[in-house]
């Protein structure tokens, strides 16, 4: 598989969260793709031989940033505790974005996309990969895992939802905005101009009641932080994305254009699963979460809602990433279940 590795740093230190530190290997790396253009991927090591190998994927108008901030890093922290993170740029998002490449599509993402990450990481590491993921990327993820050879070793759902629609009052407006795709398929809303005006001065556009509280739950994330987040993480919405959402949302079904049943496929193979929903998450409702747990052909699974009574804090949809909770409760379980199964 054509790789190239554009930039190799030496050893560095990088924060994980509340003044804790981890020294860590990192480089950056592109992986063509088959129908034209590149992923971009930024891997991190841990300084020592890693214990496993863990493929994170974004989601919806996002980019690698959901997994890594200046101010709190899943990454840094998952390398930390001994694995080797390969954080990428899905299509048409962040550096793997290129204005003459096919646009993103969520068939393109499943099985173009997820499989050349996969293979390069199978290949450099010798090893097989988790998949962590977040929101439509978790969707994407749970398409893709059927085809890919070998299984996963793990799928970590983070807010990943197999029912869409109804319930988000954020996704619905995403998913009308998604039935104008077939007269505009190849454009992209571009967002991040938006959530840096919203990141500097929210009031500006009296967004902060109505579109803050769907991102995060109230005050679960501090503003410094959630700054951070609208600064870095947001990307653009492509529209064929919106699309498939607009049509699982009107179908009740997780399918193809040709009818493919992804559930179904799903269903059919034996891969570990660990599914996390937010008690408080207003644009992924736990429902629309919980199937992928049911739909799953694994005896290894978990279900975990995060924000309950006994957790005794809120978490909404970003916040299960980035949170000032998060570290402390919904790192630590995931990063636990993963050492346990590598």
Same mark, same amino acid.
């Given at each position: 598989?054509?790789?190239?590795?554009?930039?190799?740093?030496?050893?560095?230190?990088?924060?994980?969260?509340?003044?804790?530190?981890?020294?860590?290997?990192?480089?950056?790396?592109?992986?063509?793709?088959?129908?034209?253009?590149?992923?971009?991927?930024?891997?991190?090591?841990?300084?020592?031989?890693?214990?496993?190998?863990?493929?994170?994927?974004?989601?919806?108008?996002?980019?690698?940033?959901?997994?890594?901030?200046?101010?709190?890093?899943?990454?840094?922290?998952?390398?930390?505790?001994?694995?080797?993170?390969?954080?990428?740029?899905?299509?048409?998002?962040?550096?793997?974005?290129?204005?003459?490449?096919?646009?993103?599509?969520?068939?393109?993402?499943?099985?173009?996309?997820?499989?050349?990450?996969?293979?390069?990481?199978?290949?450099?590491?010798?090893?097989?990969?988790?998949?962590?993921?977040?929101?439509? /990327? =978790? @969707?994407?993820? &749970?398409? %893709? !895992?059927?085809?890919?050879?070998?299984?996963? #070793?793990?799928?970590?759902?983070? +807010?990943?939802?197999?029912?869409?629609? /109804? =319930? @988000?009052?954020? &996704?619905? %407006? !995403?998913?009308?905005?998604?039935?104008?795709? #077939?007269?505009?398929?190849?454009? +992209?809303?571009?967002?991040?101009?938006?959530?840096?005006?919203?990141? &500097?001065?929210?009031?500006?556009?009296?967004?902060?009641?109505?579109?803050?509280?769907?991102?995060? +739950?109230?005050?679960?994330?501090?503003?410094?932080?959630?700054?951070? &987040?609208?600064?870095?993480?947001?990307?653009?919405?492509?529209?064929?994305?919106?699309?498939?959402? +607009?049509?699982?949302?009107?179908?009740?079904?997780?399918?193809?254009?040709?009818?493919?049943?992804?559930?179904?496929?799903?269903?059919?193979?034996?891969?570990?699963?660990?599914?996390?929903?937010?008690?408080?998450?207003?644009?992924?409702?736990?429902?629309?979460?919980?199937?992928?747990?049911?739909?799953?052909?694994?005896?290894?699974?978990?279900?975990?809602?995060?924000?309950?009574?006994?957790?005794?804090?809120?978490?909404?949809?970003?916040?299960?990433?980035?949170?000032?909770?998060?570290?402390?409760?919904?790192?630590?379980?995931?990063?636990?279940?993963?050492?346990?199964?590598?």
């Amino acid at each position: 598989m054509p790789r190239h590795i554009l930039k190799v740093s030496l050893p560095l230190s990088q924060h994980i969260d509340a003044g804790s530190f981890v020294s860590l290997n990192k480089e950056y790396l592109r992986l063509a793709l088959p129908d034209g253009g590149a992923l971009h991927v930024t891997r991190k090591t841990p300084l020592h031989a890693p214990r496993g190998a863990v493929i994170l994927v974004h989601g919806f108008c996002q980019n690698r940033y959901s997994f890594h901030l200046p101010a709190r890093s899943f990454t840094a922290s998952l390398v930390a505790a001994g694995f080797d993170t390969w954080n990428v740029d899905l299509r048409g998002h962040g550096r793997s974005h290129d204005p003459h490449a096919p646009a993103p599509t969520f068939e393109r993402h499943a099985f173009e996309d997820i499989p050349t990450v996969y293979r390069a990481c199978v290949e450099t590491t010798g090893q097989t990969p988790f998949l962590v993921a977040h929101s439509l /990327g =978790a @969707a994407i993820c &749970l398409a %893709a !895992a059927p085809k890919l050879d070998p299984l996963p #070793r793990g799928i970590v759902s983070i +807010a990943g939802p197999l029912r869409i629609g /109804g =319930a @988000a009052v954020a &996704l619905g %407006a !995403a998913v009308q905005v998604g039935r104008f795709w #077939r007269v505009w398929p190849h454009r +992209a809303v571009p967002f991040q101009p938006l959530a840096q005006l919203v990141a &500097l001065r929210p009031e500006i556009l009296g967004l902060s009641p109505p579109l803050l509280p769907h991102i995060c +739950a109230p005050g679960a994330t501090e503003p410094a932080v959630m700054a951070e &987040l609208l600064r870095l993480s947001f990307d653009r919405a492509w529209l064929p994305l919106a699309g498939s959402l +607009a049509r699982w949302g009107v179908t009740g079904r997780f399918d193809g254009p040709q009818g493919e049943d992804y559930a179904a496929a799903f269903r059919t193979i034996d891969v570990p699963l660990y599914a996390a929903a937010g008690a408080q998450d207003r644009l992924i409702h736990a429902d629309e979460v919980l199937p992928a747990f049911e739909t799953s052909g694994s005896a290894d699974r978990t279900f975990r809602l995060f924000g309950s009574v006994a957790d005794g804090v809120p978490f909404g949809h970003v916040d299960l990433l980035c949170g000032k909770h998060a570290p402390r409760l919904v790192w630590h379980e995931i990063t636990a279940w993963l050492r346990a199964r590598s």
